[in-house]
């Protein structure tokens, strides 16, 4: 099985628990004299067949990431975790400029001349062109993450 493959079985995985976390909750009381929907007991149980496959799948997923390397920048966690921070620094420069430009801003102008004027305290052109410059190295990494994941078969 391709590490792709096991990143897929994963999220299926994970939205299945949160299905039958649902229905037991909405089959765990029920009225005297009424029978439930389902049986809440046993959702429950196979939530957690689901759950021991699915602690299965990310330990393999997880030692497959820490094996295997993707060139210079290290392991394929490596990358991951460049990703994880890409993504981070992009939204707090995004915010910033956001923020600086006034977007979102109700009354941003000034209505009379005896209002103050609100003025930015950072480059807004400059956070937009370092925005632009992460959201590339995002996409750059998204796709050695992806073409690793196709590549790479599955550890035990």
């Known amino acids: 099985m391709k590490l792709a493959e096991a990143l897929a079985e994963r999220a299926e995985a994970t939205r299945r628990v949160e299905q039958l976390r649902a229905r037991v909750v909405s089959s765990a009381r029920h009225q005297e004299g009424e029978t439930p929907a ?3 007991a046993q959702l429950l149980a196979e939530a957690g067949e689901v759950m021991d496959t699915l602690e299965t799948l990310i330990r ?6 820490a094996s295997v390397e993707v060139g210079p920048d290290g392991t394929l966690t490596d990358v991951l975790a460049r990703r994880d921070v890409l993504r981070l620094r992009h939204s707090v420069v995004t915010a910033a400029a956001d ?3 006034g977007t979102g801003e109700r009354g941003y102008g ?5 209002e103050l004027m609100m003025l930015s305290a950072l480059p807004v052109a400059e956070l937009r062109a370092q925005a632009d410059v992460l959201a590339r190295e995002i996409r750059e990494v998204d796709v050695r993450i992806q073409r690793t994941n196709w590549e790479v078969d599955l550890l035990d």
């Open 38 to 40: 389902e049986d809440a």
């Open 60 to 65: 393999r997923i997880n030692r497959t990431n």
């Open 110 to 114: 000034r209505q009379l001349r005896s």
């Open 99 to 101: 923020a600086a430009a």
